[in-house]
């Protein structure tokens, strides 16, 4: 059996890849289904660790696992794990919620967003794994973020694309050089 880390790996980088890359596909229907994979695996992983009691918070060799942290360790795991719950809500609220919402009007026969517009800032969230997310604003409405994934390509500033976008999430699902 797959250890879930690697479970996790395998879903993050490779299946998404392999999705986005295959000849047939829309590069927009791979792209949505690897976002999607992406996203929604992500919340119910958070939420299966904050909620799992075999999650150990806490980890043996840290400084709260001594002794004399007894009394109060259970309250300092429970409070993490109301934390880590917390930060899966606001995922959720943010990311998820949107991209349902966006997912359920495609399904419905909605067409995406087309967008022209001139990269005027990108940001790499990810540890600077620009392939995996890429965030960019796009001139002439620069407060709005939209969340690039899985691009073997990296936007580049001040250069004019065409996006296809989803409204809700703002995920780009395909981008042409204009």
Do not use: C
């Not at 119910?44 to 904050?50: A, E, I, M, P």
């Not at 004399?68 to 990311?95: H, K, M, T, W």
């Not at 399904?107 to 967008?115: D, N, Q, S, V």
Request: aromatic share 16%.
């Amino acid at each position: 059996m797959m250890k879930p880390i690697n479970l996790f790996r395998v879903l993050i980088f490779v299946i998404p890849f392999v999705v986005v890359s295959l000849p047939g596909i829309p590069q927009w229907l791979g792209r949505t289904i690897a976002t999607s994979v992406l996203i929604f695996s992500f919340t119910v992983g958070v939420f299966w660790y904050g909620l799992s009691s075999k999650t150990k918070m806490i980890l043996p060799s840290g400084k709260l696992s001594q002794p004399q942290y007894d009394s109060v360790r259970p309250v300092i795991e429970r409070n993490i794990r109301v934390l880590v719950l917390l930060f899966g809500a606001v995922f959720f609220y943010y990311l998820t919620f949107p991209l349902s919402i966006d997912l359920a009007h495609l399904i419905g026969g909605e067409t995406p967003l087309k967008i022209t517009g001139i990269v005027k800032g990108r940001s790499v969230p990810l540890f600077g794994l620009w392939f995996v997310e890429q965030s960019v604003r796009v001139f002439p409405d620069t407060k709005v973020k939209y969340q690039l994934y899985y691009s073997w390509k990296p936007l580049r500033v001040r250069e004019t694309y065409e996006f296809v976008v989803l409204p809700r999430s703002r995920v780009i699902l395909e981008f042409h050089e204009h």
